[in-house]
């Protein structure tokens, strides 16, 4: 049903009243409708406005981003051997070469035992028996008749003899009782145990049963029991300290295992830092020790052995004497064959008075098919031909299995060791890694790290995450030897921006050719064909990238990094050439795009220029707005006139309705005037 219709309309007159106003209100409405056209249309540029606005701020960004110095500022190292070493730098650093020679890393202070058969050996076993009070001189301390056992030796076999009172004897009666006793003796005729009294802290007098021999360990077990006065073994104790810090000590009952020991350091509140644990070496029938290592590396955490259990006998193994590591891996890809053309170390030792004579040890001619096998056979060597020189010192070699580099290393009994690599007779050098074109001297017993760079030596606790070496560079080490760092621009930021500009730019520059002509095939103007902003846009944006910057170099535009504007207004990067530019001459790069205290750059010219266009209030924003205020008349235009139009055919409507009952009534008396003729007629 039309608009403003009445479904009765015309039935009275038989007249198509209802179809004369449709047509009259379609001819109407299509002159109104004009009007959303033009809504269409413009809503369409604006559209289309809208989306070179978003390129355009995208390339607002990119601009920007060059625009920033701090994006010149990022820094990369490169290291060509990262075994050895792995860096990276602060932002701003200067750029550069250095030099680095790692001679020693970063270790850790460390105590070993001596070799056990189990993990329950014990450290602490008792030779000497304290009585657990004290006496007054006069003091009867064993009755008439009482007795006192007391057992000397091993616990399974012990030698055992008795005490027994006569009398009321006092503590000096009993020590001379047990010391002329003819049972304390073995059967050689040595004294077994010694008796005597003390002062403890309380003033009183004390008794003490010790092994006569002075030594340690379970043939020299003493046992007391029997009576009342009640017998036990001293707490021993084990103290060291930790770097500079205070000492720490912790105490050792008699009977204490080896696990039970490190158990007692590890879970002790007060441990200052050091960790204690067994392992098995897997050779031999006394396999376990008990190793005590410093958390830290370096000389700060290093531990001083200052007391110890009797039967622990502590030996410093890492931080004591001398340690040097080979230049070059020694490959175990197949067996390793020593024989009579490289099996010789030629070397020196300083037990005190000097260096001596250079000693040849020689390596048991064979193939050897592991890291150990070699290591054991290469250390045998060492400390037999020490022994004949009358030094009888311990040396240590290990070969690591990730780096396949040897380390030798001596006790820290030496005053000196000086292997001589570079001796035409010590013909083991090369095979063990070692240079042939120079003598080293062995590191010193540092626990630090020893790092020269430069030309200039540092020492640093650790071995990673070093700084105040280079300005601005971290180091971390990882192994000895010479390499080299370079510290460079990092140029990915401003080569990514540059990109993003230049594709965003065509972009742009193509959807604004594309909608600025008239379109033969569809007779129409494109959406922008009537956009000043867009033309003028295209033809700034072509002229900017093209402006030239007075840097005082080689590179004064973008042209001479690669870009070049084609005949269609878009631009082609050689992306090569950008690279190269960037890598070779990053200064120049940054002095046309950041400019100087008296020249601007051209990341700012583009930056604001584009800002003119791109930004609130700029003319993009403006012309948009203006569209915008179009379509909202054009849209109150359009309701309002729709609004009369309604109204119009409203009232038509109701017009011709009343013409339709008038005609109607005119018919119905017509009909009724023609039939009364017809009945006069019939008269």
């Not at 608009?3 to 179809?19: A, E, F, H, K, R």
């Not at 119905?668 to 023609?674: D, F, G, H, K, M």
């Amino acid at each position: 049903m039309a608009t403003g219709s009445i479904t009765s309309l015309g039935i009275g007159s038989s007249i198509d009243l209802q179809g004369m106003l449709d047509v009259q209100r379609e001819a109407d409405e299509a002159i109104l409708g004009l009007k959303k056209d033009k809504v269409e249309a413009q809503t369409a540029v604006k559209t289309q406005l809208n989306s070179v606005l978003n390129q355009l701020l995208s390339m607002k960004t990119n601009s920007l981003s060059l625009s920033l110095s701090s994006n010149y500022l990022y820094r990369s190292v490169t290291v060509p051997d990262t075994d050895l070493v792995t860096a990276t730098a602060l932002d701003g650093t200067d750029t550069g070469s250095h030099r680095i020679e790692t001679s020693r890393l970063a270790s850790s202070s460390t105590y070993m035992s001596g070799k056990t058969s189990s993990e329950t050996a014990c450290v602490y076993v008792p030779t000497v028996q304290e009585s657990t009070r004290g006496f007054e001189d006069t003091e009867v301390v064993l009755a008439e008749g009482e007795t006192l056992d007391i057992q000397y030796g091993p616990e399974d076999d012990p030698e055992v003899f008795t005490i027994t009172g006569t009398g009321d004897m006092t503590a000096a009666d009993l020590v001379s009782a047990v010391n002329s006793d003819a049972a304390n003796q073995d059967s050689d005729g040595n004294v077994l145990v010694t008796a005597s009294t003390y002062t403890d802290e309380d003033g009183k007098t004390a008794i003490r049963i010790e092994a006569a021999s002075g030594e340690t360990g379970e043939a020299n077990r003493v046992s007391v029991s029997g009576s009342d006065l009640g017998f036990a073994p001293p707490v021993s104790e084990l103290s060291f300290s930790t770097g500079d810090g205070e000492v720490y000590t912790i105490s050792v009952p008699a009977e204490t295992t080896l696990e039970g020991l490190a158990e007692r350091i590890n879970e002790d509140e007060d441990n200052p830092g050091v960790t204690a644990k067994i392992i098995n070496t897997g050779t031999g029938d006394t396999p376990y020790q008990l190793v005590l290592e410093a958390d830290d590396s370096g000389e700060d955490a290093r531990i001083t052995l200052i007391g110890e259990p009797p039967d622990l006998i502590l030996t410093e193994k890492n931080g004591s004497g001398y340690a040097m590591t080979g230049d070059q891996a020694i490959s175990f890809d197949s067996s390793v064959t020593i024989d009579g053309t490289n099996n010789t170390i030629v070397f020196q030792e300083d037990a005190g008075e000097g260096y001596g004579q250079s000693l040849t040890a020689q390596i048991d001619p064979g193939d050897y098919e592991t890291p150990e096998a070699l290591a054991r056979a290469i250390e045998s060597a060492l400390e037999n031909e020490s022994s004949l020189n009358g030094n009888e010192k311990d040396y240590q070699v290990e070969i690591d299995t990730d780096t396949g580099k040897m380390t030798l290393a001596e006790a820290g009994t030496l005053e000196g060791l000086n292997i001589q690599w570079g001796d035409s007779d010590s013909t083991a050098s090369a095979l063990l890694g070692f240079s042939e074109t120079r003598e080293i001297t062995p590191a010193s017993s540092s626990l630090n790290a020893e790092v020269t760079v430069d030309g200039i030596s540092y020492q640093r606790q650790d071995n990673q995450s070093l700084t105040g070496i280079i300005d601005g560079v971290t180091l971390s080490l990882y192994a000895t030897g010479v390499t080299t760092i370079s510290v460079n621009a990092s140029t990915g930021t401003v080569e990514d921006a540059i990109t993003s500009l230049v594709e965003t730019y065509n972009t742009l520059i193509t959807e604004i050719d594309e909608n600025d002509d008239y379109d033969e095939d569809t007779d129409t103007w494109g959406t922008l064909s009537q956009s000043s902003t867009a033309r003028s846009l295209e033809q700034d944006l072509k002229s900017l990238f093209s402006t030239p910057i007075n840097t005082g170099g080689n590179i004064t535009s973008l042209m001479d990094l690669g870009i070049e504007i084609n005949q269609d207004g878009t631009i082609t990067l050689d992306e090569a050439i950008l690279s190269q530019q960037l890598s070779e001459n990053f200064d120049q790069v940054q002095a046309l795009l950041l400019g100087s205290d008296s020249v601007t750059g051209l990341a700012d010219i583009l930056n604001e220029e584009i800002g003119e266009y791109a930004l609130s209030n700029g003319y993009l924003d403006s012309e948009i707005d203006m569209i915008d205020e179009q379509i909202t008349r054009l849209n109150k235009d359009y309701d309002q006139q729709m609004e009369r139009l309604d109204k119009k055919y409203e009232a038509m409507a109701a017009e011709y309705a009343a013409l339709d009952a008038y005609l109607s009534e005119l018919s119905t008396t017509q009909s009724y005037l023609e039939q009364m003729m017809s009945t006069l007629e019939d008269d």
